[in-house]
């Protein structure tokens, strides 16, 4: 029997199956980055009974996105938006996290309020990218954060998650992963602060660990999870000694008694599969001796390796991206072993419903062929 499509909990909820919609952004929010009726559509489509789906990142606070048409929870204006995606979501029996991010250096001025520049832990040259009118421009080089500024951005992670409760979302992920803000001070490559939140492993988690128990302070801990990627590379991020920093920082979390922790596999760079990279499970591998609590795993899973890190315990549950962008019903295709439609990696960042809510269900495409 296929363990992927057994029941399973996480957190208060119980799931029919660990097939999970990974937190993908595809940039279609409405101006002032409001969700509108095109996301409740999407997220409609991929919504099973019983399953798990993790939103897009979602901006935190107003100086915190990297991409235009981002969306976000930094304002009220944002909630009435989010409640017709949770709505959709709840109606066909399913759960939805909101993903909070801070994008950190990750961005350029023209995304910042009054083009001020973006923030960082310190100031450290990368190469990154940016999503502007222009299209994918180099980021503006950031200044560091002040240690009075860190605490505004963990009130801001409050304030936020307090918004995802007006909502209607189930449960709240912090996104600590592909160079954004919290990876940012978890990496020495990118962390160079002398302060309380620099040098030590300690030291350079205490930023996550404080936003972590801020969003608990609203949501619970069994609703709250957090989202890590062990040498994670996207956006110049390197740190001396991932492994020790990293089950470092799992050991923390999992005293928290979190709802899961979402681990990224390091053989995805951004949203390319770098075929140079071990094709085995090494992060949840790794991970799940320093956390015995809910693991959900996530980058370039198929079928046959999902059952594999289920079987060999490493993981509970497995996030599917672009296989689950392509296919609407990918939890139906995966259990009945159906071919699945191709996805189309230019429209995946930003435009209309196009690569966004027009691809066949199974049925259709059957239909039409």
Known sequence: MSKLFTPVKVGPYELAHRVVLAPLTRMRAEDGARPGRLMAEYYAQRTSAGA????????????????LGAPGLYDDSQIAGWREVTDAVRERGGKIFLQLYHAGRQSNAELQPEGRRPVGPSEVLHGGVAYTRAGWIPNTPNRALEIDEIAAIVESFRTAA????????????????????????????????????GGSFENRARFLMEATRAVISVWGSNKVAVRLGPSGSWGDMSDSDPVGLFTYAAAELARLDLAYLHL?????????EDESRDPNPVAAQTIRQHYAGTIIAAGGFKRESAEAVLADGDADLVAFGRDFIANPDLPERLRRKLPLNRYDRPTFFGGTEVGYTDYPFYEEETVSA
């Not at 798990?52 to 991409?67: F, H, K, R, S």
């Not at 409760?165 to 001070?185: I, P």
């Open 52 to 67: 798990l789906l993790i939103g897009e990142a979602t901006i935190a606070a107003p100086d915190g996105n990297g991409y």
């Open 162 to 197: 307090e918004r995802g409760v007006k909502a209607g979302f189930d449960g709240v992920e912090l996104h600590a992963a592909n160079g954004y803000l919290f990876d940012q001070f978890l990496q020495d490559g990118s962390n160079k602060r002398t302060d309380a939140y």
């Open 264 to 272: 990224i596999e390091p053989r995805i760079a951004g949203n390319v």
